[in-house]
């Protein structure tokens, strides 16, 4: 089932944008599943051509080369690429998080500057904030930005970066006063054509075979003052403030994903046959797709609940958390159960139910993890 929102926040382009995302989807996506996963990321052609058909940049303004859209977009785009199987591309990263810290934190100039290339592609962008030392407590980073004259002199390291092997232009947390905690984080973007910019490896994980995930390094890069989004020390409350749409946009791919592995398990159920009857037939594998469809019905409706109140300005920090979670929560168990009625099958890659279970585990832990999402709803309550 697709987004479903009330009229008031819908509107008729939606339809049409729908059928040109699933054709992209289709098209540029699933033939390639497999070569992505063997060479670790997608081709940069892929960004190109996004670009071209209006895939980029989908929630920024027309005045600065986007698509004038909502973030209802952004979730029918990230719907139909989890529909589509796809894990490889990067595409939330770029539109739904990169492009927005530019679009509320960069100076006018630059805002002209670097949005229209994220619009056509020319720019692939990614958010370095995790370090080998320092998880889910972004409080806790030392990546080192010193201020000298008109540049920044960054230092330090980054990991588990989506879009690292590919990007053009990273929005880099740093700290700008070691000693202030949480005040002294700043962001800065970097173009990764900068000397003193280097890639490591692109890490080779249990799951999103396809995603040029890598480590990134920052020896002496010294980038221009007007890089620094807002104002330094500004940094955490940036985070803070954007952190709910990447989390809504967790929660919209996991719901989405959730309802494909349910529909694919239906159907391999009802043509497979096991003790002279189709395995649908046994009441163990109705129940459990029972309670499956039952969990995704649950999810879509509170997802969309969320993607309602982000449109109109009104979901907030707990809201976004107790989303991500539960629906993170849940797709894992329904991707579990769904491949116990594959049998062995379900444990070859060939199939997507294998691939499906290994690419979701990670939603449990980016983003910020479940048992972050649990500190942070309950500071609420």
Excluded at 355 to 372: K, M, P, Q
Aim: proline letters at 3%; aromatic letters at 8%; a negative charge.
């Amino acid at each position: 089932m697709p987004l479903q929102i009330s009229k008031s926040a819908w509107s008729q382009d939606l339809d049409d944008f729908r059928e040109l995302a699933r054709t992209f989807c289709q098209k540029e996506l699933v033939p390639h599943q497999e070569r992505w996963a063997a060479q670790g990321q997608v081709d940069r052609e892929l960004w190109r051509k996004a670009g071209e058909v209006g895939l980029l940049a989908l929630s920024i303004p027309e005045e600065y080369g986007g698509g004038g859209g909502t973030f209802a977009h952004e979730a029918v785009l990230y719907e139909e690429q989890a529909r589509a199987g796809d894990s490889a591309w990067g595409v939330s990263v770029h539109n739904g998080i990169v492009a927005h810290y530019l679009l509320n934190y960069a100076s006018e100039e630059k805002k002209k500057e670097w949005l229209p290339k994220f619009a056509s592609g020319e720019l692939v962008g990614a958010v370095a904030m995790t370090e080998p030392g320092t998880g889910s407590d972004l409080q806790g980073i030392t990546t080192r930005a010193v201020r000298d004259g008109d540049f920044y002199v960054i230092n330090g390291a980054k990991t588990f970066i989506t879009n690292g092997g590919l990007a053009d232009f990273v929005v880099v947390a740093v700290k700008t006063d070691l000693d202030a905690g949480a005040k002294g984080v700043s962001l800065i973007a970097v173009e990764t054509t900068t000397p003193g910019f280097r890639r490591g490896r692109v890490l080779d994980k249990i799951g999103l075979k396809g995603q040029d995930t890598a480590e990134l390094f920052f020896d002496d890069v010294r980038v221009p003052a007007a890089n620094l989004l807002g104002a330094e020390g500004e940094g955490f409350i940036q985070l803070m403030q954007q952190l709910p749409q990447e989390r809504l946009i967790i929660a919209v791919s996991a719901v989405a994903g959730m309802e494909r592995v349910v529909e694919e398990t239906i159907a391999y159920t009802k043509q497979r046959s096991a003790f002279g009857r189709p395995v649908f037939g046994f009441q163990n594998t109705k129940f459990t797709l029972a309670e499956a469809a039952t969990e995704a019905a649950v999810a879509r409706a509170f997802t969309d609940q969320c993607v309602e109140r982000h449109l109109r300005g009104e979901l907030d920090v707990q809201g976004a958390a107790m989303a991500k979670l539960w629906t993170t929560e849940r797709v894992n168990k329904v991707v579990d159960d769904c491949l116990q009625l594959f049998g062995g099958y379900g444990y070859m890659t060939e199939y997507p139910i294998a691939r499906a279970w290994a690419d979701l585990r990670i939603s449990r832990i980016f983003g910020g993890t479940s048992e972050i999402m649990k500190e942070i709803i309950s500071r609420t309550l």
